[in-house]
């Protein structure tokens, strides 16, 4: 039990250090290490749902196992997008707009859309694991409006709104991922697994 604590704890402060510089770079538009923070976080992210599951009773690991399965979804289609933009950033391949993320149309939009999609619907099934101390209650909301905003950039998107509102999300998700991470790595912290 003591193992699955320190993965725990480790797999969520380095989730959180990642989704923060990943956000921040990402708004600054340092396109490079955004993309690897971006990639970092999409492993680490799979691995904190595996964390989630291992931490909680047999009773709930339904939820946390269906966390797990949206997480590996949105963990492939990011990893892929963004090692698809590192590489080809680096050639810079004729007809990029295609494929830059700087043009909203591109496919790479797309996927990155889809991506957070499924990692919205990862936070969502987790909800349910997490009791009524002040902590879990925080961690609840902060996971509840990351599923709220890749549940409404999704429909945004396809639905061909301005892009300006999925940037807005994006300010918004660069609040609220580090902050559920980070309250992820506390709970963590406080708690043993044979508790949670």
């Given at each position: 039990?003591?193992?699955?604590?320190?993965?725990?704890?480790?797999?969520?402060?380095?989730?959180?250090?990642?989704?923060?510089?990943?956000?921040?770079?990402?708004?600054?538009?340092?396109?490079?290490?955004?993309?690897?923070?971006?990639?970092?976080?999409?492993?680490?992210?799979?691995?904190?749902?595996?964390?989630?599951?291992?931490?909680?009773?047999?009773?709930?690991?339904?939820?946390?196992?269906?966390?797990?399965?949206?997480?590996?979804?949105?963990?492939?289609?990011?990893?892929?997008?963004?090692?698809?933009?590192?590489?080809?950033?680096?050639?810079?391949?004729?007809?990029?707009?295609?494929?830059?993320?700087?043009?909203?149309?591109?496919?790479?939009?797309?996927?990155?859309?889809?991506?957070?999609?499924?990692?919205?619907?990862?936070?969502?099934?987790?909800?349910?694991?997490?009791?009524?101390?002040?902590?879990?209650?925080?961690?609840?909301?902060?996971?509840?409006?990351?599923?709220?905003?890749?549940?409404?950039?999704?429909?945004?998107?396809?639905?061909?709104?301005?892009?300006?509102?999925?940037?807005?999300?994006?300010?918004?998700?660069?609040?609220?991922?580090?902050?559920?991470?980070?309250l992820l790595t506390y709970y963590f912290i406080s708690r043993d697994p044979a508790e949670a």
């Amino acid at each position: 039990m003591k193992g699955i604590k320190t993965v725990s704890i480790l797999t969520g402060s380095c989730a959180t250090i990642a989704v923060a510089l990943a956000g921040l770079t990402s708004v600054f538009k340092i396109v490079i290490p955004s993309l690897v923070f971006g990639f970092l976080l999409a492993l680490l992210f799979i691995l904190l749902m595996v964390c989630v599951h291992y931490f909680h009773k047999r009773n709930t690991q339904l939820y946390s196992m269906l966390g797990i399965v949206f997480a590996v979804v949105y963990g492939l289609l990011i990893c892929l997008n963004y090692y698809l933009q590192l590489n080809m950033i680096k050639q810079m391949i004729p007809n990029i707009d295609l494929i830059a993320m700087d043009n909203p149309k591109s496919i790479m939009w797309v996927i990155e859309i889809l991506g957070y999609f499924f990692m919205g619907l990862s936070t969502l099934a987790i909800i349910p694991i997490f009791g009524f101390s002040l902590i879990e209650k925080l961690i609840k909301i902060t996971f509840l409006l990351n599923g709220i905003l890749g549940i409404g950039g999704l429909i945004a998107y396809t639905a061909g709104l301005d892009i300006k509102i999925c940037l807005m999300g994006l300010v918004v998700w660069n609040i609220i991922m580090p902050i559920g991470t980070g309250l992820l790595t506390y709970y963590f912290i406080s708690r043993d697994p044979a508790e949670a």
